[in-house]
């Protein structure tokens, strides 16, 4: 963690009664510069609350998100835009992922369909990018979170 992003941190848990050493992961979302801005900006009003990710494109190393967790949402230029706290966390094959969850993620016009539409292309890539085939039963790491601050 670099030197602005630790002080953001221990700033943060300075004024949340955390302790220094209360773990945290800093992450920007999306696979653009400009998706990581237009979606640490929506977590930032208050629009996006959840999340997701696919479960089988998790590094061995990688843990999947647990609730109770902290992170620090980042912008294209690894700044930090707020922090939030994981408040639910379930595997779910992305066909079966809510219409409630979609408009969670905030994102477009908050529609299943557009939701649908995005991440039907996005999954597709980032499969074919580590080598696999998406499928619409496909494990994924739903989260819902809360903005802190």
């Known amino acids: 963690m670099n030197k602005q992003l630790k002080q953001f941190w221990q700033d943060f848990c300075q004024s949340h ?4 050493d209360t773990p945290v992961e800093a992450w920007a979302f999306g696979a653009t510069p400009q ?3 237009e979606l640490a900006e929506l977590v930032n009003r ?3 609350t959840a999340t997701t990710s696919a479960y089988e494109l ?5 843990k999947i998100p647990q609730v109770g967790e902290w992170s620090i949402v980042l912008n294209s230029k690894e700044e930090p835009i707020c922090v939030i706290q994981d408040k ?4 779910i094959p992305y066909g079966l992922i809510s219409k ?3 408009y969670h993620e905030g994102e477009g016009d908050r529609s299943y369909e557009y939701w649908r ?7 597709r890539h980032e499969y074919q990018e580590a080598g696999k085939a998406f499928y619409p039963q496909a494990p994924m790491v739903c989260e819902v979170f809360e903005k802190v601050e």
């Open 17 to 20: 009664n955390l302790e220094y």
């Open 35 to 37: 998706q990581a801005d």
């Open 46 to 48: 208050g629009i996006k």
């Open 58 to 62: 998790y590094d061995k190393n990688e």
């Open 88 to 91: 639910v966390v379930e595997i």
């Open 100 to 102: 409630e969850h979609a």
């Open 117 to 123: 539409r995005v991440h039907d292309d996005y999954f």
